[in-house]
């Protein structure tokens, strides 16, 4: 095997028949054809000869396979094979066998360790060659491997056990670990060959210990009991011991000692005994003063009565609504079920979630969420039967038990629980709407338990709350699938970021009157190993329910200002970035900060930086948006609206908000060219930017004739698949010098 050695050509025809060197080559191949090792002869790198073990070692089928190959085929790499020559070479020459362990390469690539042994057949002429020996190790390796953690693991937990730990062996101490230590006051290995009378106060007691124990151990049962120890100050610690013979049939071998300190439980059982004396005394005390008095005694009664009445109230209620909780609910659901199988009636379950509750603690704070959680809690018991069950899970999550309710009744149900959420709720002065997103579960289609009917109208509300919120839905088989690929995902995107899965396409924004491109729109784009590409119209929606988004959209702010500065820095000097942002992202106080603080990292005005809000995100709290903005507008960061037209801001709040952009939504222009109305709504919505100091980009273009139109119209900007698809950085750079050097002010076509 290794690379300088050969042997000698042991194939060659025999002159004559049966001569004795034939009988020896016969002699030498049945040797090697019984070894239980791999024998092989090389020469020049060379295998010249091995048997059948060795060719099976290495994956072989037969040991002519392996005739002719280079043996650098048979290590991990050129690197480990040409040190085994380094390593072997001065061995061998003086006519010694080198011995070692090495990983060698199997025929189709893997790896294992091998036993070596190898000596030159003359080391006088290394070009006669070497003969090896192989075994295979690979087993005792991994063998050795976990003996060795298990002693580890035994010293750990013998070192780290917060119990004394001894082994005695003829009552003298031969190990301890350092809490046995500790616990008399002694130094490491201070108490090392000593005799166990060392930590006892009287010969005396070691010797009634000695009795105690040692008769019972030698029967092989172990010794439990307390036994009175000393410190080495002198003073006395009492300690629980369990104690056995090592191997009682040879009591040579010791015994070993686990002794726990319960000096301070022994202390406090006496006081304890010394308190309950003491407490007897005021009980036969007070007996005598409460016979005096049968009136306080009523009255005692009377007090402990409501207080259990109490107690049982605080289990089966939540305290702040008065609902049933979770425990009551599941008593009462166990009884609904069994009356639904019992008489073959249906029976349903309404999972209600609150949407944007938690808004309202974030910006009013808790004390208004508690006091508007009382008030829904009263309007959904309004709306349902005495027999029904209406019970509050925690947070802003309510469940509905209907027994006797099929499909047509919960959907009954649930119309009119959103009808009553249409009816403001009065907090103080807040004047309050909260709307629920329901999902509904029916027994037993959906789930033969409690549990699963829950799960199932759980899996329903959240499709409820993807389908636009304030609505609800019925629990079906692919909501479950999809509820697992929503999981799923969930759990692959907590690892996306760390693992470099996300990255960032740009989308060119097209000056209509120029043709050059002034700003990008940074589009995220994951892609995971397993799963392929998954869609941000997926995915983001998981990422904020989940609060990643936070992180994630942290990282592709930081992305895209690098991206940004390198254009910037590589011919593109006056490029702007436009940068997506959540709601749950603007909602952040420190939103303003965490932008100055990146803009400064990469020395951008803040002028470069685009950041595009929804309309619903300015529309859900508006009070505070205009806040966010206004801080972010006075560190020079520009604002625009995406999606302009699709919410429900009313011009009132518009001219509020410190917009520098307003970006018309797709939807409007898709129809550009056959439907009036459309072409009314982005004329209009051009008009009043115009009017408001605000630019214009127009989304989804895809022809020429909605380019014109727009145009036509005063449109600043437009983006879409006509102009250019989201591309990779390389890409749009191209992309951009192309249309720097072709654009025309007064002829631009695209």
Known sequence: MLAPYGTPDLQRPAIATDTPLQRTLREQQTLLDSAGVGIVFLRQRSVVRCNQRYAEIFGYASPEQLVGLNTEAFYPDREAFRELGRSAYPVLVQGESFRVERQLRRRDGTLFWGNLTGRLINPQDTTDGSIWIVDNIDDHKRAQAALNAAVREKQLLFDSAMVGIVFLRDRHLTRCNGHFEQMLGYEAGELMGSSSRRWYASDAAWEEVGQRCYPLMATGNPYEGEVELCRKDGTTVICEVRS??????????????ITMDITDRKQAQAALARAHEHLEQQVQDRTRELRETVDNLHREITERKADQERIYWLAHYDALTGLPNRALLAERAQQAIQLAQDNNTPLAVIFLDLDHFKHVNDSLGHRVGDNLLVQIARRLRAVVRDK??????????????????NAHGAARVAGKLQEASRQHYQIDHHELTMAPSMGIALFPQDGADFDTLTQSADVAMYRAKLDGRN??????????AQSVRALQLENALRRALERDQFHLHYQPQMSLSTGSVHSVEALLRWQHPQLGGVSPAEFIPIAEDSGQILQIGEWVLRTALAQLKAWRSSGFPGLTMAVNLSAIQFRQPQLPELVSRMLAEFDLPPDSLELELTEGVAVDDPHAAVAT???????????????FGTGYSSLSQLKRFQIFKLKIDQSFVRDLGDDSNDRAIVSAIIRMAQALGMRTTAEGVETAGQLAFLREQGCDEAQGYHLSTPLPPDELELFMRRHTR????AHYQI
């Open 244 to 257: 056995k013979s090592i191997d009682p049939a040879d009591p040579s071998q010791g015994s070993i000692w």
């Open 388 to 405: 029904d069950t209406v019970a509050r899970l925690g947070g802003d999550e309510f469940i509905l038990l209907l027994p006797g309710a």
């Open 471 to 480: 609505t609800f839905r019925f629990f079906t088989p692919e909501m479950q």
């Open 629 to 643: 903005m206004d801080q972010l507008h006075a560190r020079g960061v520009r604002m625009s609206m995406d999606d």
């Open 742 to 745: 072709t654009a025309e002010p």
